[in-house]
């Protein structure tokens, strides 16, 4: 590769606890919600709090606070579902519906209010009366879709059937009334239901302030929620830190000083990969268009690294970097994401938004912090017409310019919305079109003679 410069550099693992690892990694489940940031750390404060009014033993409040970080997890499966029923922005959809009272006359006012708010009159009309014909079982799909992939993906993380059980059951009401399953009662867990009137109580509180939340929380009591944990929320609520550390500056500092976060598993090497991967999964279910896009992504930047002869343990660092690189994502619509057609102005500006909401999450975090500038450019150009900061020539690292061919091998060798996918000697014909411009030319010979040798074995193989 000659002068061009790494920017990686050796070091041991630093000493991370699991509780501040995730609780900093939820600022990208915040996304895909379309909340405020910092909502899932919110509620974890709140639920958490409730726990220790209700006196939970320990492993139940270690579970409790997880489940809290984590509600989220399976919230970007069903964002493309969302788009195409209701013809809406899925973030704000799901935003503003959270803002909804616990009613069913006012929740059906909401979706006839914002479905197809921007199609034609013949496209509103009959995504209307789809709603109106099978709404139940269209919720009861959303939520069941959700719930089951945010469950799933906890276990790959190696929560506990507690947490997994908390997760999928989010959505369950107390009375009967919620989804997917209908549980009612003493069947729903315990966790679940702290889980959701955190949710309620901070989405109200936020948008307009903790009287409201405790309003709303009073008037879901015996329908939505547990009466026994209303009362614990009532009494954990009067206590003036409770309401001072929620809207305060240091709040994580507080949550990651409770008990279930001061004894948190340290993270070693393995399970920071499987925790890298589990919340590419998260990003990659956004879209059928981009399912599987970060481990192909991973698998092509690790074949160009190989064939640069990069270290087992620069490999290792850069395949984070390759895995984690669209966490913005999350904050982009569907319907910009899954969009047939050429973007507008506007559009384009939510796009050219991800790299840098990449980084700004990643760089919060100690263990990732190194990797966000990585993430960040994996946009840029050797020309310095890339997004978003328009970075040329040297500016642009060995590891960057590794990310961006892959990237850009997968997006055009992948079907896309707007295009079919291309045959694999068609993409290796634009890469090498715009070397110089865009890509570096070693990278590109490197991922060709990459593929080279993996056919070659596979045929030796067969």
């Known amino acids: 590769m000659g002068a061009v410069k790494s920017s990686y550099k050796k070091h041991e693992i630093e000493t991370i606890n699991l509780a501040e690892l995730l609780g900093t990694l939820s600022y990208a489940l915040d996304l895909t919600e379309g909340q405020p940031e910092g909502h899932c750390m919110r509620c974890c404060w709140i639920g958490s709090s409730i726990g220790l009014q209700l006196g939970l033993d320990d492993d139940e409040t270690a579970d409790l606070f997880y489940a809290l970080l984590l509600k989220d997890l399976g919230c970007s499966s069903n964002a493309a579902r969302v788009c195409s029923l209701y013809l809406t922005d899925d973030i704000h959809f799901k935003r503003d519906f959270k803002t909804v009272d616990g009613s069913m006359s006012s929740a059906l006012r909401f979706v006839f209010a914002k479905t197809g708010l921007e199609s034609g009159l013949s496209e509103r009309i ?99 929620f547990d009466p026994r944990l209303v009362d614990a929320f009532l009494e954990a609520q009067k206590n003036n830190r409770f309401w001072d550390i929620l809207a305060g500056e240091h709040l994580e500092e507080h949550l990651f000083n409770l008990i279930p976060a001061g004894h948190s598993q340290p993270v070693d090497e393995d399970y920071l990969d499987e925790i890298a991967e589990a919340f590419s999964d998260v990003v990659d279910a956004k879209s059928s268009f981009t399912a599987d896009h970060s481990n192909r992504v991973t698998l092509y930047t690790d074949i160009i690294a190989e064939e640069l002869n990069l270290a087992d343990d620069h490999r290792r660092w850069l395949r984070r970097a390759a895995m984690l690189h669209d966490l913005g994502k999350l904050a982009v619509s569907n319907q910009i994401l899954d969009k047939p057609d050429r973007l507008d102005a506007d559009e384009w500006v939510a796009v050219k938004s991800h790299p840098g909401l990449s980084q700004k999450i990643l760089e919060r975090i100690s263990v990732f912090s190194d990797i966000a500038p990585i993430a960040g450019a994996h946009h840029e150009r050797l020309d310095g017409k890339g997004y978003p900061c328009g970075l040329a020539g040297d500016e642009l690292c060995l590891e960057v310019r590794i990310l961006t061919v892959a990237d850009v091998f997968d997006a055009l060798s992948a079907e896309r919305p707007y295009r079919s996918a291309m045959p694999i000697a068609k993409v290796f014909e634009i890469l090498e079109k715009d070397i110089g411009c865009a890509f570096d030319a070693t990278c590109v010979a490197a991922l060709k003679t990459g593929f080279q040798r993996l056919n070659a074995e596979a045929e030796i193989a067969a």
Do not use: Y
């Open 126 to 224: 009959r995504a209307l009366v789809n709603v109106i014909q099978n709404g139940g079982e269209l919720a009861k799909e959303l939520i069941e879709t959700r719930c089951e992939r945010g469950a799933d993906i906890a276990a790959r993380m190696r929560f506990s059937k507690r947490v997994q059980d908390g997760i999928r059951s989010l959505d369950e009401h107390w009375d009967g009334s919620g989804l997917p399953e209908a549980r009612k009662g003493k069947d729903i867990p315990t966790i679940s239901n702290i889980a959701l009137m955190a949710q309620v109580i901070d989405v109200f509180a936020t948008e307009q302030n903790k009287e409201a939340a405790i309003k709303e929380v009073k008037s879901r009591s015996g329908k939505w």
